[in-house]
T-cell receptor, first 114, second 115 residues
Framework: AQSVTQLGSHVSVSEGALVLLRCNYS??????LFWYVQYPNQGLQLLLK??????LVKGINGFEAEFKKSETSFHLTKPSAHMSDAAEYFC????????????FGTGTSLTVIP | NAGVTQTPKFRVLKTGQSMTLLCAQD?????MYWYRQDPGMGLRLIHY???????AKGEVPDGYNVSRLKKQNFLLGLESAAPSQTSVYFC??????????????FGDGTRLSIL
């Protein structure tokens, strides 16, 4: 069975500081991993996806994530936080089988302190 | 470029009432999904569909029914609403692909309160 775990339901950083949001996956096969962002009262938007072509994946808004098989991790980072980055972030894994369901983590709420 | 559109955006129901949430996508996607989002629990899959006329249960299907009569529409029904169904409901769609790297595209959600 595939699943993802997001460590830290709330993360606070100062504006301009490094953003690090953690995601660990559990999968018996090579996973397909995604990061989504949700702004208040909106749906989920795709930030980036891992497709095995490269371990370092660049996404929108300056975010990137690195796939580390040895650590079963896919952490999301951004070198310098901006106030507009305040949102909820979800890690997800695409499952094999009918419908290719996604399994989402419980989310990390990012607060950016001015 | 509408993408995935959900109606209504907000609704308040009384316990025992019924209603239908509509999801429409204009991307010609084969797969469609209904999720509910509750604080601290992420998104949980209610039902999904892999094509017109087909539906399947997800993780939390009890109390909900769905229909996919047209490829572009996926309806979620609550026959007898309960306070435990107070939540934010999201619809998503995805292209059918042999690989697993295609993302799901989400609507803006329906905020449903059951009194």
């Amino acid at each position: 069975a595939q699943s993802v775990t997001q460590l830290g339901s709330h993360v606070s950083v100062s504006e301009g500081a490094l953003v690090l949001l953690r995601c660990n996956y559990s999968s018996s096969v090579p996973p397909y991993l995604f990061w989504y962002v949700q702004y208040p009262n909106q749906g989920l938007q795709l930030l980036l996806k891992y497709t095995s072509a490269a371990t370092l994946v660049k996404g929108i808004n300056g975010f990137e994530a690195e796939f580390k098989k040895s650590e079963t991790s896919f952490h999301l980072t951004k070198p310098s936080a901006h106030m507009s980055d305040a949102a909820e972030y979800f890690c997800a894994v695409s499952a094999t089988g009918t419908g290719n369901q996604f399994y989402f983590g419980t989310g990390t709420s990012l607060t950016v302190i001015p | 470029n509408a993408g995935v559109t959900q109606t209504p955006k907000f609704r308040v129901l009384k316990t025992g009432q019924s209603m239908t949430l509509l999801c429409a996508q204009d991307m010609n996607h084969e797969y469609m999904y209904w999720y509910r989002q509750d604080p601290g629990m992420g998104l949980r899959l209610i039902h999904y569909s892999v094509g017109e006329g087909t539906t399947a249960k997800g993780e939390v299907p009890d109390g909900y029914n769905v229909s996919r009569l047209k490829k572009q529409n996926f309806l979620l029904g609550l026959e007898s609403a309960a306070p435990s169904q107070t939540s934010v409901y999201f619809c998503a769609s995805r292209i059918r692909d042999r690989g697993l790297n295609q993302p799901q595209h989400f609507g803006d959600g329906t905020r449903l309160s059951i009194l």
